[in-house]
């Protein structure tokens, strides 16, 4: 079978859990080359990871003819330029989401990779976790009745990154953490969204509100679907009690419920009469086998010259809806997704 050979550009958190399943758990991949701007992650990353090449610059990467892929896992503000010219290079892509700034950005991104017959896949890995899975199987067959409802949480623990604060570059939590919570509604309904109204708050740094008056960690968005299905989610940064991702998709015969706080299936009675079961503290470690999957999954569509199972269109729509939601937040009403793109 043929290897294909990947380079692995940004080697930040995410960055190496991608870098280390190609290292070491992927069939028919291997991590030959990693990249990033900062010297100091770039070689403990090398010093970890024990690759061929090793590049500050991702435009010296892309001219290396033994690359076959990239994954590209850097800010947000930056996913655009690096695909196109992966892409302009004749290299495969997995981005991490979201995909890109807005939608016209995509589009390109989109039209890149179809003009040079190259695999455009979105990082969104809770499409390949196990439950999600199982409970799209579920919902597929119709055991809980037509879907009515699908709510989706993301609550994240650790304090923003400097450019999060940021809206104009980060999207702020709507972009960063509930993208996914997009595409989960995206994909359980099976529908587009027509409508979305968002509200939200700076309730944990106060201390930035002057510097980035629209920053938001704390946000609750509505949505209505074209076929009348309704959807809801609710997210937040800086939570600092763990992490936190569940959904619940309430049919008309019943519902499927994903996810729960804890770490473990571990309850602790003590002498004091507390129960105590450890909160989930990384998405890391709840998602640890979902990013396998999604990596094997970008490695096999090559191999097989199939789909991506998480398209470039994914990516997009989920842009659009991170894009309306962002601009309900801004300007307080609903947004009509259809009409706002009519006017």
């Known amino acids: 079978m043929k290897t294909i050979r990947v380079c692995l550009i940004g080697t930040g ?28 992650a770039l070689k403990a990353a090398e010093k970890e990871l024990n690759v061929t090449y090793t590049y500050t610059d991702y435009r010296q990467a892309l001219k290396n003819t ?33 995909l890109a700034m807005d939608e016209a950005e995509c589009l390109e991104m989109i039209a890149a990779a179809e003009r040079n017959q190259v695999k455009l896949q979105v990082g969104f890995m809770r499409r390949f976790d196990e439950s999600f899975q199982e409970a799209k199987r579920i919902v597929d067959s119709g055991a809980i009745g037509e879907v009515v409802l699908v709510k989706s949480l993301t609550h994240g623990p650790s304090e923003p990154k400097p450019w999060m604060y940021d809206i104009s570059k980060s999207n702020g939590p709507i972009g960063e953490v509930n993208s996914h919570d997009l595409d989960t509604l995206r994909w359980f309904t099976g529908s587009e969204a027509v409508s979305i109204y968002s509200i939200g708050g700076n309730f944990r740094s106060p201390e930035i509100k002057e510097d980035y008056p629209d920053y938001y960690d704390t946000v609750s968005m509505n949505l209505q679907f074209s076929d009348g299905k309704l ?27 994903i996810g729960d706080q804890s770490k473990h299936k571990v309850v602790i009675a003590n002498r004091e009469g507390e129960i105590i079961r450890p909160a989930m503290h990384s998405w890391t470690y709840l998602f640890a086998d979902a990013y396998v999957a999604e990596d094997q999954a970008f490695i096999d569509c090559i191999l097989e010259d199939s789909e991506p199972f998480v398209t470039g269109y994914d990516g997009m729509m989920a842009v659009k809806l991170v894009h309306a939601g962002l601009t309900s937040l801004l300007e307080k009403r609903i947004v009509w997704i259809d009409k706002e793109e009519a006017q």
């Open 231 to 257: 959807g809801a989610v609710d997210g937040a940064q800086y939570v600092q009690y763990g992490y936190d991702a569940r959904v619940e998709i309430l049919g008309t015969n019943g519902s499927v419920l």
């Open 66 to 98: 033994e690359i076959d892929a990239v994954i590209v896992v850097t800010p947000t503000v930056y996913h655009k330029e690096i695909v196109i010219a992966a892409a302009e290079a004749g290299k495969h892509i997995l981005c991490e989401k979201p």
């Open 13 to 40: 958190r995410a960055g190496l859990i991608h870098g280390r399943n190609m290292a070491a758990k992927i069939r028919g991949g291997k991590l030959i080359a990693l990249c990033d701007p900062s010297q100091e």
